[in-house]
């Protein structure tokens, strides 16, 4: 058989090859991406309490809108427990857990560091669109601050995507931790370095749609 017969037929086979897996490929249902299926985890084994993903303001899962943005310097309000039980958290929108963990948020994301002034919670969330934690804190106890300030400063030289940052919309002498769609809030009696740690750990860049 010439070198050209034998070409010629292996061309062949490699296209009855490729025709064949693509049959095979045809009505086979697409995978979801990572951070789809990390939005939709609920399961109680990970750290933090789970807040189904927000709709946007128009109130259908898997949309555009719902993490859209919006200028800088606008305020969503968090959602009352009246407007949560009517499902009422859309148009307007209004964050269904505080600090917020999913949702329509502001342009500009927040810089992962000890941020040394009060960041709006909109760009905060932004962050965590980008695979970031946040950990809040409303206490003026000092001895918790620098706590925190420490543990965070680790993560970043770790280069983890971490930020710190003072929060009066939570109770009195209390810290959150926050993911995209998870939520730990405990009082300050209750800081545990090992407990915040594990929270970065399994949520760090668990969601990150943008791949940063």
Known sequence: MSG?????????????????????QTGQPAQDPSWLTAQRNDDPELPGVYYPPHPGADGVMDTIDDRSHFATGNSIPICTEEQIEANQITNPVCYTSNPPTSGPH??????????????PKENLLHSMEHGGIIIWYNTTNQQV?????????DQVDRRRFVALTQYSGIEPDTIAVTAWTRLDKFPISELDNKRIENFINEHHKRFNPEGF
Do not use: C, H, W
């Open 145 to 153: 601050i620098d706590q925190l300030k420490n543990l965070v400063q």
């Open 106 to 119: 502001a342009d500009q994301p927040m810089p992962f560091r000890v941020l040394e002034n009060p960041a």
């Open 4 to 24: 050209t017969t034998l070409a010629i037929a292996g061309i062949g086979i490699l296209v009855v090859a490729f025709l064949i897996y693509a049959i095979s």
